[in-house]
Nanobody
Framework: QVQLREYGGGSVKAGGSLRLSCAAS????????MGWFRQAPGKKREWLAA????????YYVDSVRGRFTISRDNAKSMGSLQMDSLKAEDTGVYYC??????????????WGQGTQVTVTS
């Protein structure tokens, strides 16, 4: 079965950094685009970033552009989201997803279970 699982969440002070990882199994990872989403308390899940299958195209929502960096290592079936200059409003549950189609808003078929990121002042 297909499984995506996020790692690296935790608590960090505002201005700090975290790196999230997404380990994929059960699918041809290099054949899928991947994305990262966040669900903040009391909010709907929002798209943050996406990366094409070959890693050559990256897309970001304006609120994280310049602070977050999406990447992938197809040889390891692993995706990453480097988060710098974190703000309190970055707090939420972060999800990775795999999909296909036309970026930035890919059609996501598979989702991880999420990892909590808490940014404190």
């Amino acid at each position: 079965q297909v499984q995506l699982r996020e790692y690296g969440g935790g608590s960090v002070k505002a201005g700090g950094s975290l790196r999230l990882s997404c380990a994929a199994s059960g699918l041809a990872f290099s054949g899928y685009a991947m994305g990262w989403f966040r669900q903040a308390p009391g909010k709907k899940r929002e798209w943050l970033a996406a990366i094409s299958q070959d890693g050559e195209s990256q897309y970001y929502v304006d609120s994280v552009r310049g602070r977050f960096t999406i990447s992938r290592d197809n040889a390891k079936s692993m995706g990453s989201l480097q988060m710098d200059s974190l703000k309190a409003e970055d707090t939420g549950v972060y999800y990775c997803a795999a999909g296909y189609g036309m970026g930035p808003l890919y059609d996501y078929d598979y989702w991880g279970q999420g990892t909590q990121v808490t940014v404190t002042s």
